[in-house]
């Protein structure tokens, strides 16, 4: 089959693979109908390049149509279509039973220290091939894959994968009182996705970004704006539009991309210039984040507010404004999304023909997977407008 390999620091390319096959019980196959390209793809494409392995598969983010089910399989079979969420999770530890699927204790990957294993995403998190293919084996199949309607195209389901309940999730830990104020930092596909949820839930929103076509896409959807880039000072920004006491809450949707912190920027070039075996060990014990957005949300956000963290970070030793954050007395919360928690509370939106989320209005690129190495390209230089891609493998 076809497939998108790593092989180095901005060199993804398209190559035949072995195709999948069931290795367990529980393991179904997919034929995948199309694959998201996640903000945290161009962490691999850019910055984890120490933890991947030549040839590795990426993607987390699919959808397809059952081919194959192990005999433990029972809830899905061959002919349906189905989501795969992002992390792999048994449904049935102690973790699960806690809906902290994230975190699962049948998949932890024990020996990186780290949670559940992913679907294409470096040896940290179990080196599980991944879902930008023409085919993907899904182990815990007899959990994870999550059903859904025939006639709909794709985009109506595609994110639920992760997109969708990342968002939920960080507009849920953002613990915003009734009709609250809440500011989202970074309009990529998630902070989109956060926003449009939390007004849906009778919320005020106020997202800030820099780039022109993310902007015009949350002005589409209702959201208030500020232009970074116009800005002098963001916290004061947001802060003038809430009566000078700034919103109940902040989204850093954001992460290790946020501009700023030039040291982190070197740290940043400096590892992904070490070979594999001396920059990993650097990585894990050192501060590789550009910390600008995390520091803008503790400025922004109300005293006795709340910071939900759903962008990705990677460093081990990054300084915070401790004594900023204790005498402002702000909560924080944050980690990988338990997908599957949130199923229950999406299906009914992304199922109304009114597409209340507007999940039609998000892909700006729908491109086949021999397209794969222009479209990270494009995604991460942020060309013609890219704010989310889907590779369509039979396209």
Sequence with gaps: MKAVTWHGKRDVRVENVP????????????????????????????????FMGEG?????????????????????????RVVIPFNISCGRCHMCDMQLYAQC?????????????????????????????????????QFGPIKVPDGPPDERFVYLSD?????????????????????VL????????????????????????????????????????????????????????????????????????AHGSPGAKFAQTLTGL???NSAAPLMSRVGVDRLAALTTAIETVRR?????????????TDPLPMLRMFDKGIALRMGQAHVKKWIGDLLPLVTDDADPLG???????????????RAYEMFQKKQDGAIKVLLQPNT
């Design 163 to 183: 997109v969708l309940p990342t968002a939920w999730q960080a507009v849920d830990w953002a613990d915003l009182p009734e009709r609250g104020t809440l500011a």
């Design 304 to 316: 006795g507010g709340t910071i939900s963290v759903i962008g990705v970070y990677g460093g081990m």
């Design 359 to 373: 999940v039609m209005d998000l892909a700006t690129h729908r491109l086949p997977l021999a397209d794969a190495p």
């Design 56 to 80: 590795d598969i990426l993607g987390h983010e699919p959808m397809g149509v059952v081919e194959e089910t192990g005999p433990e399989v029972t809830h899905v079979r061959p002919g349906d």
């Design 186 to 257: 970074g309009l990529g596909p998630i902070g989109q996705m956060a926003a449009r949820i939390a007004r849906v839930l009778g919320h005020r929103v106020i997202g800030v970004d820099l780039v022109p076509e993310r902007l015009e896409m949350a002005r589409r959807h209702g959201i208030e704006v500020i232009d970074a880039d116009d800005a002098d000072d963001v916290p004061d920004a947001v802060r003038q539009t809430t009566g000078g006491r700034g919103p109940d809450s902040v989204i850093d949707a954001v992460g290790m991309e």
């Design 274 to 276: 070490l070979p594999g």
């Design 105 to 141: 204790e049948t998949t932890q990957v024990r020996e990186e220290g780290m949670g559940a294993a992913l679907f294409g995403y470096t040896r940290l998190y179990g080196q599980v091939p991944g879902a930008q293919a023409e085919y993907l084996r899904v182990p815990q199949a």
């Design 19 to 50: 195709d999948p096959t069931i290795k367990e019980p529980d393991d179904a196959i997919i034929r995948v109908t199309s694959s998201g390209i996640c903000g945290s793809d161009l962490h691999l494409y850019e910055v984890l390049g120490p």
